[in-house]
């Protein structure tokens, strides 16, 4: 069964950072690309950033760009996304998801963790 | 960035009956269109991909439709467990991976 569980999400002020983790079981998480997708209280989806199975490739939604760091430690099979610089407007549910095999070329988002909530107050 | 579209905000159904709902690209996807289905206090599930495919588990009373820049999702004799907020996204230019605003399912 495919479990991605995430973890990190407390409050923090506006300019802080934050670690999010995602651990990953049930499936071979390497053969993966891998993305955050945040929800916003009482809002819809946003991408936030993708990174290929192989961690050679990251991409950022505009919003979040030279902000946060998505990584991944493949013999961990868990996924990261550092946040620095944070503003209230991140405030959001924090969602790993897992994407198809690499080899397909698509970016669906498969699986859904919980989430883990991050807010960023004063 | 393209800019999905989905309509309407919200539709009210009775069980047993059809839902169709709207989603409008502001350009060409192809068929790289998913839908995704959230319960409240739940994550979203992966409903459909590449238009039309549904995704593993997915009942057949949800069916999807379209190319291009018109897309629809119907949902044949809506059950309770249908009421949701339903979401497309587009995969075909990215980054950044879009989702359109949602369209809730409500009982009517």
């Known amino acids: 069964e495919v479990q991605l569980v995430e973890s990190g999400g407390v409050v923090v002020q506006p300019g802080g950072s934050l670690r999010l983790s995602c651990a990953a079981s049930g499936f071979s998480f390497v053969d993966h690309n891998m993305h955050w997708v945040r929800q916003g209280p009482g809002k819809g989806l946003e991408w936030v950033s993708l990174?290929?199975?192989?961690?050679?490739?990251?991409y950022y939604a505009d919003s979040v760009k030279g902000r946060f760091t998505i990584s991944r430690d493949n013999s961990k099979d868990s996924l990261y996304l550092q946040m620095n610089s944070l503003r209230t407007e991140d405030t959001a549910l924090y969602y790993c998801?897992?994407?198809?095999?690499?080899?397909?070329?698509?970016?669906?988002?498969?699986?859904w963790g919980r989430g883990t909530l991050v807010t960023v107050s004063s | 960035e393209i800019v999905m579209t989905q309509s309407p905000a919200t539709l009210s159904v009775s069980p047993g009956e059809r839902a169709t709902l709207s989603c409008r690209a502001s350009q060409s996807v192809n068929s790289n269109l998913a839908w995704y289905q959230q319960k409240p206090g739940l994550a979203p599930r992966l409903l459909i991909y590449g238009a039309s495919t549904r995704a593993t588990g997915i009942p057949a009373r949800f069916s999807g439709s379209g190319s291009g820049t018109e897309f629809t999702l119907t949902i044949s004799g809506l059950q309770s467990e249908d009421f949701a907020v339903y979401y497309c996204?587009?995969?075909?230019?990215?980054?950044?991976?879009?989702f359109g605003g949602g369209t809730k399912v409500e009982i009517k």
């Open positions: 996204q587009q995969y075909n230019n990215w980054p950044p991976l879009t």
């Open positions: 990174i290929s199975w192989n961690g050679h490739s990251t």
């Open positions: 998801t897992k994407g198809p095999p690499h080899s397909s070329g698509w970016h669906t988002f498969d699986y």
